[in-house]
């Protein structure tokens, strides 16, 4: 998978960054988050439609440290009548750190 880039977060100022990395979150392309992890049915997780809401956030000099709250649905297949896929709500924890000069992220699941 390609690096994910959230830069322009880097740059927002001090009151908009939560909003900036909210907002960059909800736009990435579909798979980036690793909301798989916290699929606890053996079902796919479908990021098309997901809820953020941060949890806490620290910034330094080299990086954005936050805690995301992320919820999301697990879509299971063949459990209901004429094998229709069942839909879950499912929520996740992410830890997203993001390197500074060039807002290279990382996710890593903390709880589901």
Request: glycine content about 8%; hydrophobic content about 40%; charged content about 25%.
């Amino acid at each position: 998978m390609a690096a994910i880039k959230l830069a322009d977060c880097l740059d927002a100022p001090e009151e908009g960054l939560a909003d900036c990395l909210v907002t960059a979150l909800k736009q990435l392309p579909s798979g980036s988050l690793p909301l798989q992890a916290c699929c606890d049915q053996g079902g796919l997780a479908d990021d098309h439609e997901i809820s953020v809401s941060l949890l806490d956030m620290q910034h330094g000099r080299e990086r954005i440290l936050a805690r995301v709250g992320v919820f999301f649905t697990e879509v299971v297949g063949g459990c209901n009548c004429h094998d229709d896929p069942l839909e879950a709500n499912r929520y996740c924890v992410l830890e997203v750190v993001i390197a500074r000069p060039h807002g290279d992220a990382e996710f890593t699941p903390l709880e589901t």
